[in-house]
């Protein structure tokens, strides 16, 4: 069953020419599905959810109870596309307090996402305390932040357990065959998980980038993968605007910013998707930003940001609209205490969830930011879990393919990220720049 449904009611009189992008979406979605569009060879994310092994689930379910067993402390290091689709799952399913109530699976702390040295000297200190275990992930191998994490942590290690205990809790998860990290996890006999070739950093989410850190987190992978699997099946069986919900999510994206919308801004209001906006950030920023064109995707935290950016939603240059990832019912209800002085006026609403004042908030943005000029799409889940977010991911990594091949460009390579890498080369004197 698909959980996830998007409404573009409010923001209908802004895409009037909605259905002039059918036939460009039903080019790019028989590009997606045959393979036949620009950076074909980074599509194998496509198939993922029904190709992967079922072998290859239960080996990282494997993995993840050994390192309950052995470590308190799990380090993932990566940046980008090998970080911040784990980080978000495991953001969206766990306790909001669990480096302060830990379970029973290992607290997941991150690394190589910076080249802070006072994030590093802390995080050596954290260590030196904690028993742990390490995941080191980069498809490229060569990336210079999760490298340098990896070469602290892995000295660390070893003058904390020796090397051959060292080596036994570092999982190196890259390249099948090329870069630096292949060539040392090699050499020095570490567990290893591929990132298969035809799938890029940002959509990797569901191959061992992605899922080893979720499982090694205490999450049910082979639900998320159920989810994505639904999701895939769904989404590839028709490209009509009425009838596939990404095919409509990249229709009217593409018609938003034809009509004047340069921001997209991902609304929750559930701190617990912080991450899964960060995720969505990329994905979209570096799929599409590109050629001068493409929608800047921005997030805001609702209600905190109602408290800072609602003024320029609101107000500022209408050049924005908003697709609000919304969730129809928490895990945990609480009930408002009635108070009988009532000296804070909030009896009013003892009769209600704070899922319903939360709610009310956001039905309350929606009509404020219609009326302000700000096209609203809404993204509706009923709950958070792991299905439900197996499918909004491989929902949004199917959307955004259809959209970026709709806007004209590659969705599948980011040739901008490499400018400020060979600066800071030639800056640091590394050999060659
Ligand atoms: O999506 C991408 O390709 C990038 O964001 C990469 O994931 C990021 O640069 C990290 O690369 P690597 O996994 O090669 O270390």
Known sequence: MINIRLSIDSAKTYVS???????????????????TGAGNDFLGWVDLPSQIENSLLEDMEVQ??????MA????????GGSYLGARAVIEALQHHFSLILPGNAPQIIYAGQNISEDYMSDLMQVL??????????????????????????????????GKTEAANRIIAITDEKRGALKTLADKENYKTYVVPDDVGGRYSVLTPVGLLPIAIAGFDIKKIIEGAREMEVFLKSTSLIEDNPAALYAAVRNALYGNGKSIEILVNYEPRLFFLTEWWKQLYGESEGKEGKGLFPAGVSNTTDLHSMGQYIQDGSRILFETVLSVEQSHQSLTIPTDQEDLDGLN?????????????????TRRAHLDGGVPNLRISINEINEKNLGQLLYFFEFACGLSGYTLAVNPFDQPGVEAYKKNMFSILGKPGF
């Open 348 to 364: 009013y609403l003892c009769t209600k969830s704070i899922t319903e004042v939360n709610q009310a908030a956001e039905e309350a």
């Open 17 to 35: 020419n909605l259905a002039t992008f059918q036939e460009k979406i039903s080019v790019a979605h028989t590009e997606l599905l045959q393979k």
């Open 72 to 79: 308190e402390v799990y380090v993932v290091i990566g940046i």
């Open 128 to 161: 030196d305390k904690k028993e742990y275990a390490v995941s080191v992930i980069s498809k490229s191998g060569t990336t210079t932040e999760p490298a340098l994490a990896f070469r602290l942590i892995k000295n660390h290690l070893e003058k904390k357990y």
């Open 64 to 69: 993840a109870k050994k390192i309950a067993h």
